[in-house]
């Protein structure tokens, strides 16, 4: 079993709509979660991260975390082309970063 | 805050030369960094993590002689590809640990291609 796992996607949202990424994690451990976005041919640059369960909010994304439940998502709202780009997902039990194979998300004008 | 730089951005070399790849954290300090590399379309992989002033840890697979891993600093770690062939191209990704968010920062990264 993977140590985090995302859905590959492609997921395709119009422009405008909400875009919703998940990720599970395996280490009921875990403390600190973290969403990265990479656009292609570059390096991820870190959009949120969060510690606490319930909703944590930054202009059009928001990140929900359930650990009881073992899953984090990132909610894009208003999603503009800009937006396309593969979502990472990393979990830090605390010993060492466990990043999921991304979700390629594509929004269409 | 919180910026990685890594230098070159690009590198072309021709196969069994050796190339060093430096990354920074140019306004903190980072006791820890982390080198990946990413082939076309594919997820991140780890291959090594580095503590200042320790041995690299290498993940299972990476040869730790053919990828040499110095942090001499507490701003700067090197990795330098020995004898390279043309299966090690690839994009090389640092990273830096920010300790007051546990949080680990990117670099731009350094496509390698070796001829």
């Known amino acids: 079993q993977k140590e985090v796992e995302q859905n590959s996607g492609p997921l395709s949202v119009p422009e405008g709509a909400i875009a919703s990424l998940n990720c599970t994690y395996s280490d009921r451990g875990s403390q600190s979660f973290f969403w990265y976005r990479q656009y292609s041919g570059k390096s991820p640059e870190l959009i949120m991260f969060?510690?606490?369960?319930g909703d944590k909010e930054d202009g059009r994304f928001t990140a929900q975390l359930n650990k009881a439940s073992q899953y984090v998502s990132l909610l894009i709202r208003d999603s503009q082309p800009s937006d396309s780009a593969t979502y990472l997902c990393a979990v830090n039990p605390g010993n060492q970063f466990y990043f999921g194979t991304g979700t390629s998300l594509t929004v269409i004008p | 805050g919180a910026v990685v730089s890594q230098h070159p951005s690009r590198v072309i070399c021709k196969s069994g030369t050796s190339v060093k790849i430096e990354c920074r954290s140019l306004?903190?300090?980072?006791?820890?960094m982390f080198w990946y590399r990413q082939f076309p379309k594919k997820s991140l992989m780890l291959m090594a993590t580095?503590?200042?002033?320790?041995?690299?840890?290498?993940e299972q697979g990476v040869e730790k002689d053919k990828f040499l891993i110095n942090h001499a600093s507490l701003t700067l770690s090197t990795l330098t590809v020995t004898s390279a062939h043309p299966e090690d191209s690839s994009f090389y990704i640092c990273s830096a640990d920010g300790t007051h968010q546990e949080t680990q920062y990117f670099g731009p990264g350094t496509r390698l291609l070796v001829l």
């Open positions: 969060i510690y606490s369960n």
């Open positions: 580095s503590n200042e002033g320790s041995k690299a840890t290498y």
């Open positions: 306004d903190f300090q980072a006791t820890t």
